[in-house]
């Protein structure tokens, strides 16, 4: 069984060698999931479904009152935000190459050359929010890898459209999605914990979860806050 529907309500359904059911339901759609464990038959995952039919509503509602970014124009005054903060875009005129400058609480100034369009500016503009990130990255990974014991062979960071991170275990390979650039430094620490604990354990078990609460206690938190934040149009799934 892939699916299953329960009044209005599709559940996903994926076999784990877990040995308890999970239940998680995503924003920003309320899309719902059961990770089940292999021997558990399919009337069983229904009666477990239907069991927490209160929680699953409770949680859809509050993903329809979070707030929506629209998609960016790039135009002047335009809300944009970087490490959780809402600033509003000024566009200034320059010959040189295209940069960003945040020196002030209220303001994000993009010098871009007159002729430059939407396409540019964001260009221009994802670019300083990578920079960011690589600014604040080597430090934490070195710092995390002391505490975790583990060691990342390589660390990249690009667009993702439905993961904030993804971490190939057998290469030690991380990437981090350039969207938390924009989210709270706690926010963009909590992926990265999560993706390095993969390193010790593959699945998101029991085991996984044991490791969460010892090295990064206040993890639920962080991620009740990422999903929180207002989001984007893209379906993200943590």
């Not at 995952?45 to 927490?52: E, G, Q």
């Not at 080597?138 to 505490?147: F, L, S, Y």
Request: with cysteine.
């Amino acid at each position: 069984m892939n699916q299953l529907t329960i009044g209005d309500i599709t559940v996903d359904v994926v076999r784990k060698d877990i040995k308890n059911m999970h239940l998680a339901v995503y924003p920003p759609t309320g899309r719902v999931r059961i990770a089940a464990p292999l021997r558990i038959n399919d009337d069983a995952i229904r009666l477990f479904a239907i069991s927490k039919l209160a929680w699953i509503k409770r949680h859809q509602r509050n993903f329809e009152d979070q707030e929506r970014i629209t998609p960016r124009e790039y135009k002047e005054r335009e809300s944009h935000y970087f490490q959780g903060e809402r600033y509003l875009l000024r566009i200034k005129e320059t010959n040189g190459p295209g940069r960003v400058d945040l020196t002030s609480k209220t303001y994000l100034d993009v010098y871009v050359k007159p002729s430059a369009d939407a396409t540019y500016i964001k260009k221009v503009i994802d670019k300083w929010y990578r920079s960011e990130l690589k600014k604040v990255l080597p430090e934490m990974v070195n710092r995390w890898e002391q505490k975790i014991g583990v060691t990342i062979d390589f660390l990249g960071i690009k667009q993702m459209k439905t993961k904030w991170g993804s971490c190939n275990i057998d290469k030690k390979r991380i990437w981090l999605n350039l969207e938390l650039a924009k989210k709270p430094f706690q926010c963009l620490e909590y992926i990265l914990v999560h993706e390095m604990v993969h390193l010790l354990e593959r699945h998101h078990n029991e085991r996984f979860r044991a490791y969460m609460d010892q090295y990064l206690p206040n993890w639920k938190q962080f991620k009740d806050e990422l999903n929180r934040l207002p989001v984007s149009h893209a379906d993200w799934d943590y």
